[in-house]
């Protein structure tokens, strides 16, 4: 699938991931490391960042939410799916698959643009943060989990964190 149809989701990203991610490891500077998902429902239907800092991926459903703006995150995907008649995203196939793709080669894009001085002006090392995507229930679970673990972080990343 074509990452175009994503392409204002993509430009609130550029403009808000940065002070999102800042924002979240200013608040846990002095920890280690810090996991960070960006993570959607079953049918896209909106997303939203969350994050934790005690290492165990597993329970990402019950990490701390970010509070602060997250309509970048939110609308925009909720327009790219509306936008999506093409495609039904309340079952699985091979096209849901696609789109689920497709988003996140634009959040690996977002993710990899994001500056080193985010994460030294927080007392991080960018190995030290973990970033992730999948959904928050659903067809593809394991699957977004999996490719965006591969997609977003390095291999150093990788080895911290045991994946």
Same mark, same amino acid.
């Given at each position: 699938?074509?990452?175009?149809?994503?392409?204002?989701?993509?430009?609130?990203?550029?403009?808000?991931?940065?002070?999102?991610?800042?924002?979240?490891?200013?608040?846990?500077?002095?920890?280690?490391?810090?996991?960070?998902?960006?993570?959607?429902?079953?049918?896209?239907?909106?997303?939203? *960042?969350?994050?934790?800092?005690?290492?165990?991926? /597993? !329970?990402? =459903? $019950?990490?701390?939410? #970010?509070?602060? %703006?997250?309509?970048?995150?939110?609308?925009?995907?909720?327009?790219?799916?509306?936008?999506?008649?093409?495609?039904?995203?309340?079952?699985?196939?091979?096209?849901?698959?696609?789109?689920?793709?497709?988003?996140?080669?634009? *959040?690996?894009?977002?993710?990899?643009?994001?500056? /080193? !001085?985010? =994460? $030294?002006?927080?007392? #991080?090392?960018? %190995?030290?943060?973990?970033?992730?995507?999948?959904?928050?229930?659903?067809?593809?679970?394991?699957?977004?989990?999996?490719?965006?673990?591969?997609?977003?972080?390095?291999?150093?990343?990788?080895?911290?964190?045991?994946?």
């Amino acid at each position: 699938m074509d990452t175009k149809r994503f392409k204002q989701f993509q430009e609130g990203l550029d403009a808000h991931l940065p002070g999102a991610v800042s924002e979240i490891l200013a608040e846990e500077k002095g920890k280690d490391y810090c996991l960070i998902g960006i993570l959607t429902t079953d049918d896209f239907y909106g997303c939203y *960042l969350a994050w934790d800092t005690t290492g165990s991926i /597993d !329970e990402y =459903f $019950e990490w701390d939410e #970010f509070e602060t %703006e997250t309509d970048f995150l939110y609308q925009p995907l909720v327009d790219v799916v509306e936008a999506s008649k093409d495609v039904d995203l309340c079952t699985a196939s091979p096209e849901k698959w696609a789109f689920a793709e497709a988003f996140l080669k634009v *959040l690996e894009e977002s993710i990899k643009a994001l500056p /080193d !001085e985010i =994460f $030294e002006k927080n007392g #991080f090392n960018r %190995e030290d943060v973990l970033f992730f995507s999948t959904m928050s229930d659903g067809d593809y679970v394991e699957e977004m989990m999996n490719a965006s673990l591969g997609m977003f972080n390095s291999e150093e990343t990788l080895e911290i964190f045991d994946f």
